[in-house]
C-alpha cells in the first residue's frame, strides 16, 4: 500500500496586516523597504518603485530595483541594515519575524501572508491605501483577472482537463490546489492532481504520483532532469510524452511569486504548455 503525501501544517491567517504602528498617510512613506519580491513588484507596479530604498537579495526587478542595497532574505533580513536606511515604512512576506523588532524601533510596519489570489488582490488593495493609490489598485487587480481570463482562452482544447503535477521544491514538495498557483492552473483548465486537503505546499511521497498518473508536469528545470530515472516515472503519462513543463530560474520565480505579474505568470504558463507534444 502506497503511502500518503506527508500534510502540511495548516497556515496562519491567509492575510494578516499587521499594523505594529500605524503606517501614515501615503506623503509620508517616501522611504519604503520590501521584504519580499511579490511586495516589490507590486510597490512598483503602483508607481511608487522610486520610494523604495532596499530590498531582499531576491528582489531583482523592475529597473533600478537591482541596484538598491540589499538586506538579506526573506527569513534572514538584516534589522540592523534596514534600520540603517531610515525607512518610513517596511513590507514584510510571509516568513520574515521582524515586525516586533521593527516596532521596536519605531518603524512602520505593514506583513503580508499571501496564499491564494483572493490574498494578492487583499494585499494590492492594502498597498493602495498605504500609498494613495487605490484607484490604482483596483486597476491593476482587474487586469490581472483580464490577463488570467486571456491566458485561460489561450489553452488549447487538447489540454483542458488533463491532470497536471506541480513541483516547487526537493522532497518533492508540490504546490497543491489550494495555492495561487493552484488557483491558477483551475483559472486555466487544468486539473492538479495534488488536492488542497492536503495542506498548501505538501512534501509529496513519490510513489503517490506514480499512482496518480499526471499527464502534465511542471516544474524547475534542476530539479525535472532526471524524471525518467526516478523509479516508476517513466511510465508516466507526462514523461512518456515529452508532456514537461521544465522552467528555467526565471520562469520558475515568476510562477512562484503571488504578486501583480500573476497574470503574466499565467500567460506563460500557457505558452510552455502549447509548445509541448
Known sequence: MLAAP??????????????????????AQQRIVTVSPSLTDAVCALGY?????????????????????????????????????????VLLGPRSRLDERLAELGIPVQTFVVRTHADQQAMLRALGRTLGEPARAEALIAKIERELDAAAARLPARLRGRSVYVEIGLGPKAASSATFIGETLT???LVNIVGGDLGLFPKINPEWIVRRRPELIVGPAAMLSNLAQRPGWAQLPAVQGGRVCALDAER????????????????MLVDCLRALP
Do not use: F, W
Open 6 to 27: 506527508e500534510r502540511a501544517q495548516r497556515p496562519l491567517p491567509l492575510l494578516a496586516l499587521l499594523g505594529c504602528l500605524a503606517a501614515g498617510p501615503a506623503q
Open 49 to 89: 518603485c522610486d520610494r523604495i530604498v532596499g530590498t531582499d537579495r531576491y528582489s531583482t526587478g523592475p529597473g533600478p530595483v537591482a541596484n538598491l542595497p540589499k538586506i538579506g532574505g526573506m527569513a534572514d533580513a538584516s534589522i540592523e541594515r534596514i534600520a540603517a536606511l531610515h525607512p518610513d515604512l
Open 187 to 189: 483559472r486555466l483548465g
Open 252 to 267: 520558475m520565480a515568476l510562477l512562484e511569486r503571488p504578486g501583480p505579474r500573476l497574470g503574466e505568470a499565467a500567460q
